[in-house]
């Protein structure tokens, strides 16, 4: 199975063992990864300023490069909700390049539970964790069901959490609440976004959370920052990191 791996750019800068994790847990399911050098960000930044049209050669670039791929793998949910479901405003209606790297683009956590079919991980990571749904991932790909909506649905991140050896996932009260990150909503509302996200620190200090984790770096860097500021001993580690098997410390 041939895995064209894209990296978003706060990943690539910030947290390269995300990464790195990334295409070790593809690898050891047998995949044929390759990185694509030439990969740049996607336009979600762009478009979520809304400067669309500044972000419409960065879709072409996208598909010009990942489209020769079997499939596209990517350790975020919100940069592939942008693929996904909003470059169908950049791009015209009848491209049929795009339309075939649309649905062939996943998530990472989706592509291990549907589409390679993962039933066990040979993994232990003995701490209290708690799960923090990113948003793009439950309301834009529905990788969970989210409280708004009355519906059954996996949640693709505690399926693969649960089969990882010592792990106990902690209950929290809002289990699917915004973290308030939301890209340059963060900047242009930095108030607002820094309050939603003590919120969500709190909600994982009262269930015991020592790990902070979720399927977007994204918004675990939004609240790595507040935690390191108030010195607070919580943790965050992306779930790629988790299930590849790194230990907290090693994750810093």
Known sequence: MQVGLFVPCYIDQFYPDVGLATLELLEQFGCRVEFPEAQTCCGQPMANTGCWADAVPLARRFVEIFEKYEYIVCPSGSCVAMVVHHYETLLPADDAAYLAVKNKTFELTQFLVDILKVKSLN??????????????????????????????????????LQMVQGLELVPLQRVDECCGFGGTFAVS????????????????????????????????????????????????????????????????
Do not use: Y
Request: overall charge neutral; aromatic content about 2%; hydrophobic content about 35%.
């Open 189 to 252: 509302e930095e108030a607002v976004s820094c309050m939603m996200g003590n919120d969500r620190i709190r909600d994982h200090e009262q269930a015991g959370t020592q790990v902070i984790t979720a399927g977007d770096m994204s918004c675990l860097m939004h609240l790595q920052g507040l935690i390191r500021r108030q010195q607070k001993p919580l943790q965050v580690m992306h779930i790629a990191q988790i299930l590849a098997g790194r230990q907290p410390n090693a994750a810093e």
């Open 123 to 160: 993994v232990r990571f003995p701490f209290q964790v708690g799960l923090h749904n990113s948003c793009h991932g439950l309301r834009d790909l529905r990788l969970g069901a989210c409280s708004e909506r009355m519906e059954q649905r996996e949640n693709k991140a505690v399926t693969l």
